[in-house]
């Protein structure tokens, strides 16, 4: 019987990023089925977080995802450009936005066609592995093709059909916090929530409890 599990995931979380290859390895290795559910990022819905938040918290988060990029000997780097465009000096978010809402849009487009987890961990090895101007080119073009996706295709859907793609991306986000959680990564798997890319292994032996089996 095959199991199915939501994942929460957003293109500008660097935990998401990390995470996306083990959830991609779950599929392949065990009869699961992951339904990609994007939300857009915190600096979106809530634009004053990481100015609110304790000064340590920011240092902090760049140390440790570098940290766990080397442990799981996943390429990490700085975002060239970020999906969000922030001041880091200030924390201040910018409030023209040109790359976050036409992503999370194509990522909502790809989940439509049952490709979201793919076109995920295609393009956010270009955002958060080290692709300068992954934005440029025909970078975000072959990543859509590995994922089994025209980008074109997508990239018009975010335009004629932006308001219904951003009601099923909020929709994602009130089933998150109906979930239990409110951050990214999260996997909720039979109406259980597992926040974060070091509760893999957890989620794992939850599901087989429930009967997960090798393909």
Do not use: C
């Amino acid at each position: 019987m095959t199991l199915k599990a939501d994942v929460y995931w957003s293109f500008r979380s660097p935990y998401s990023y990390l995470a996306t290859r083990r959830y991609v390895e779950l599929t392949t290795k065990y009869d699961l089925q992951i339904n990609q559910r994007f939300v857009y990022p915190l600096a979106i819905r809530e634009p004053d977080f990481f100015e609110k938040n304790h000064p340590n918290w920011l240092g902090y988060v760049f140390k440790d995802i570098f940290r766990v990029a080397q442990y799981m000997n996943i390429p990490l780097a700085p975002p060239n450009p970020d999906p969000i465009v922030q001041d880091i000096a200030t924390r201040k978010i910018a409030d023209e936005q040109p790359y976050i809402f036409e992503l999370t849009r194509m990522g909502q487009a790809a989940s439509r066609r049952g490709r979201g987890l793919e076109f995920a961990n295609e393009v956010s090895q270009l955002i958060w592995g080290g692709t300068a101007g992954w934005h440029e080119g025909d970078y975000l073009e072959r990543a859509a093709g590995r994922a089994g996706l025209d980008l074109a295709e997508l990239k018009a859907e975010a335009v004629s059909q932006a308001d219904d793609l951003d009601a099923e991306i909020a929709d994602n986000q009130k089933a998150l916090e109906a979930a239990g959680h409110w951050g990214v990564p999260t996997l909720v798997f039979d109406g259980e929530p597992f926040f974060g890319q070091d509760r893999i292994d957890l989620a794992v032996w939850r599901m087989e409890q429930k009967g997960l089996s090798r393909h």
